[in-house]
């Protein structure tokens, strides 16, 4: 026993699918070395956050574990350990909703950070998934927050002769 080892705090819960996709998220929000409030939010959203009518909005008491555990996966281990960790365990479908996420989480304060689109290649990497399988989710995902067609008439996809369609 090492002299500090009674400080180390462990998780105490084993890498599951479900918590893989909420220390990515992290992982995603911590990127670029600051958690913006739109990247919290959606990140509660994701994992069943609610509004306690107070305008306070939390978590419920499983998803407060599930953010709790991977909180403390997130400052023990670096990406590459958890990747290799969780990759195996991972369906296909959940590889995507992961990602899919993660790209969600990236845009929701604007415009990706680079450290987060390298972050997102590492992902991408460790899944096996390649850049022109994931292409039309992004695509959906970049519409999706894309709110200037809302507030700038000029916007090239309001041209009249612009059809949203994905790429294959």
Not at 18 to 38: C, K, Q, R, V
């Amino acid at each position: 026993m090492g002299l500090f080892d009674m400080f180390k705090s462990d998780s105490g819960e084993k890498m599951s699918p479900h918590l893989a996709f909420a220390t990515a998220l992290l992982y995603m929000m911590s990127a670029d070395g600051e958690m913006d409030n739109e990247e919290i939010g959606h990140l509660l959203s994701v994992l069943g956050g609610h509004d306690d009518g107070r305008g306070t909005i939390g978590v419920g008491a499983q998803s407060q574990a599930l953010l709790d555990s991977a909180l403390k996966y997130r400052r023990k281990n670096s990406v590459e350990t958890f990747l290799q960790e969780a990759t195996p365990l991972l369906t296909d479908a959940q590889k995507m909703c992961i990602l899919v996420n993660l790209i969600d989480s990236s845009l929701v304060d604007g415009q990706p950070e680079p450290e987060e689109q390298v972050l997102f290649g590492k992902f991408l990497s460790a899944f096996g998934i390649s850049e022109e399988r994931f292409r039309p989710f992004f695509e959906v995902i970049v519409l999706k927050n894309d709110r200037q067609v809302f507030t700038n008439p000029n916007h090239p996809k309001n041209d009249s002769s612009y059809r949203v369609k994905l790429s294959v």
